[in-house]
């Protein structure tokens, strides 16, 4: 019964900025490391970055500088700011979840579309 939903995808023109959400529900264990996700078209999915439960958090490269995840535990939710946008930023972002000490809980959204396009 674990939900794990993004919203917040849309079309944005390049140097734009966005703001995605990942909400949390049904869980019956401790949220531990959570992370996002994207895949563009005919591409395998990539790391965009992780947050740990203390708010501790690491991107890939070619986000850094521009994206900035973070979290709010009481109400199991993850956002994702995104600033300067560019045309291969467009994906499909995804939200991923982990159990604080068990790595059997992993969990997965539906994704959200992110187009960034003049």
């Known amino acids: 019964q674990v939900q794990v939903v993004e919203s917040g995808g849309g079309l944005v023109q390049p140097g734009g900025s966005l703001t995605l959400s990942c909400a949390v529900s049904g869980t019956s264990f401790d949220i531990g490391n959570m992370g996002w996700y994207r895949q563009a078209p005919g591409k395998t999915r990539e790391l965009v970055g992780v947050?740990?439960?203390?708010?501790?958090?690491n991107y890939a490269d070619s986000v850094t500088g521009r994206f900035t995840i973070s979290r709010d535990n009481a109400k199991n939710t993850m956002y994702l700011q995104m600033i300067s946008l560019k045309p291969e930023d467009t994906a499909v972002y995804y939200c991923?979840?982990?159990?604080?000490?068990?790595?059997?809980?992993?969990?997965w959204g539906q994704g959200t579309q992110v187009t960034v396009s003049s």
């Open positions: 947050i740990t439960r203390d708010g501790r958090t």
């Open positions: 991923n979840v982990n159990g604080r000490t068990n790595s059997a809980y992993n969990y």
